[in-house]
């Protein structure tokens, strides 16, 4: 910090007086209620597809993707 302002040590290639927003790492995440809401319903929809057996072969899938 040089009067009160962080120093980037490292060459950028941000012009001069360029601001930025630096948030805290945190070790949870970043997700709102909303997201966190439809994350777990995404969850709850996977695992009963995988006890209807719903599956897909990711490597079928990905074999797929590559001969496009």
């Known amino acids: 910090m040089k009067a009160g302002r962080l120093v ?7 012009p001069e007086g360029t601001e930025i927003e630096l948030l805290p790492l945190d070790p949870g995440d ?3 209620d909303e997201d966190r809401a439809a994350l777990h319903k995404a969850l709850q929809d996977s695992e ?3 006890k209807a057996g719903r599956l897909v072969d990711a490597a079928k899938v990905l074999r797929e993707l590559r001969s496009r």
Do not use: A, M, Q, S
Request: glycine share 0%.
């Open 8 to 14: 980037v040590d490292e060459p950028t290639d941000l």
């Open 30 to 32: 970043w997700l709102d």
């Open 48 to 50: 009963e597809d995988v």
